[in-house]
């Protein structure tokens, strides 16, 4: 009788259920913390960057995969490193920030946080870098007034350049000294003959160095007169004093190759200290070969990250590449990366365009270098008050004041930020940021200076800095949180809540200015930055995200956006008790639906990050636990419930209380219907079923 063959036995297939359950028995980070390594757990808020209405960019959603690829690799370390690594529960949080700044991922080994950044760092180039655009440089020089004096300058460094190295005398009437500027000639030389590859990259850190410092001394020497140029000069671009060294702001191990920072006009020409990312202009990433340029763009992503963290100012951001004798500049925008042809030191052509870069840099408006000219830093150094307060979030050692602009009023208010409630630390996505502020008049003298913020002063704020994705044109976006926080405000102000709630107060909302040449002001968008490119901007076709990587100028338009709200409110996990956690929950939900019957917007993201907790009297108030949970009065010590967050709020139809079936809101706190895109209508059912979520979390 004939046998029937059989295939060799392979291993036993398990359920997705199964594989979960022994993915968290056996991982070496904890079981709860495998848990929050996996799609289906809570993560930054940066993760929230899917709703495809806003054509958002893959990148958020690749970064989930690579989580979760990190999740299966952890299953197979020893027992000893799971002892070693065993973590509590992580905490579902866009980010905080450390006393010195910079961000942590809660629940995540150092390690795997460094494979996840640079997994991700790979995807980011692979799908999000464009290379050769020529019109990278444009943004700088673009933002220059006397535009014909800036060419001229940069003519005359580049031919004393190439006479210095060629032993040829300078050119007349320059205003430059020979004796000032010899010193640099043999570090020239050295560069410009390297070759395609060296043994070491040390000594590129040098080479660069010594190119920017002869940049700024001839800047320095053309400033003070002598060849009839009256080139105002704004800062000088140096290089930092320090190589292959760890940020003293950082909390990991990651060590970056340069930096470079910027000084007054008149400083001494010689290289700075600049050992914190707080006080760079931009990462400076060297490899020693010319094929290394992929893997050297790779650690400027992971490193420019924390520039974002550390810098609450920086709009976009700069980076530089050195391959031996190829340098690129890099321009790191919201959902991409731009890089520049190759400036090639040993041709005249290359270093005259990075003498380009170094004194547009030099020149240009502070907005163009990324920074925000709305944003004052006022204060640097460690304050005797920096620290933790009651809540988690942090009272910073580098003190801003931020200017807020109201789109409808068109006044201006300005307020000094106390402490970051969170922060950017991502290289891609909206950079939303947090702040607990005073109104400047308010905040002069000791008060405002020192101590926590508690709630109890009613002059308190809370600040949120963002760029969520606009449609155009961006005053009159139906789905801006400002349009829907306004409708909010003149509802309940003109017939307050009853039963009586809490919700979000708008103080001030309006998008982010910036002034241009023939004195108008233009709205801060990615539309703006492109101009400065000299190209236009194009919309991806609907529903096409792959467009973006076939061509650099297919972006979603992002606006930069400010909000001032009121009341101050801190993190739901500040709950003492159980019967707290069900006030809260109850009156935000009640808010919730308050909001959607009177004013016809839906929330649609329920979760832990966006319900806080208001005490009467501040955080430290004690706990009435005999009083009514509805229908008390303010002044009652129980905490209130405050929902926040109307990112992914839409306006839905009164007699219709349903939305477009978009797949929005944060992890893991999504409807099933809404996790899995089922493209059933979004009705507030979904974001009971999400409340469900949180309170699984938050009891367990």
Known sequence: MATRKSKTPGPPVASTRQLRREKRKNSPIGETAAAAALPSTPKRKANKENDENHAENTAPVERRKIQEQLAIDAVATTSKAAAANSMAKPTPCKSRTSKSGAAHSYGIPETERDKEAKAYAKYVLEKHTHHNVAEVPRIAASGIGASQTTETTIGLIAESMERLMAGRPLPRNSGLTRKLLMPYVAGLVKWRDVGPSVKSEKPLYKYFANFALFVAQCLQLIAVGGNGNTLDIARLVLPSSRSDFKPSDSNDSRRIDSGLDTRNPDAPIRPVSVDAYADMLCVLEAKAARDQGGEALVQLFMYSASLYTRQPDRRFLWGLTVCADEIYVCTMLNDCALVSPAMNISEPAGRKALVSILVSWSVCPRDRLGYDPTMERVYSGISSDSGSSDDGSIIDDIRFEISCYDDETEETRKYAIKRTIMSADDIFGRHTRCFVATPVDYSIGDTAMSGVADGSNPQEVVIKDAWPPAESPVLED???????????????????????????????????????????????????????????????????????????????????????????????????????????????????????????????????????????????????????????????????????????????????RTARPERSGTLPYMSIANLLNLGADRTALDDWESLLYVICWLAT
């Open 478 to 656: 139906p789905r801006s949180e400002i349009v829907l926080l306004r409708k909010i405000r003149s509802e309940f102000e003109a017939n307050p809540p009853s039963p009586q709630h809490i919700y979000p107060k708008l103080v001030v909302g309006g998008h982010i200015k910036l002034a241009r040449d023939d004195n108008t002001h233009e709205i801060d968008t990615t539309d703006a930055i492109f101009q400065s490119m000299g190209v236009e901007r194009l919309n991806p076709p609907p529903g096409d995200k792959e467009m973006e990587a076939l061509h650099w100028r297919y972006q979603p338009l992002r606006a930069h956006r400010r909000i001032v709200m009121s009341p101050v409110g801190h993190s739901v996990k500040t709950v003492r008790n159980e019967k707290e956690l069900i006030v809260v929950l109850a009156e935000a939900m009640r808010c919730h639906s308050s909001i959607l019957g009177r004013c016809g917007i839906l929330h649609r993201d329920i979760s832990t990050n966006n319900i806080l907790v208001v005490r009467p009297g501040g955080p430290n108030a004690s706990a009435d636990t005999d009083a009514s949970v509805f229908d008390r009065p303010s002044s009652s010590p129980l905490p209130r419930g405050l929902l926040i967050d109307f990112d992914f709020a839409i306006k839905v139809g009164i007699s219709e």
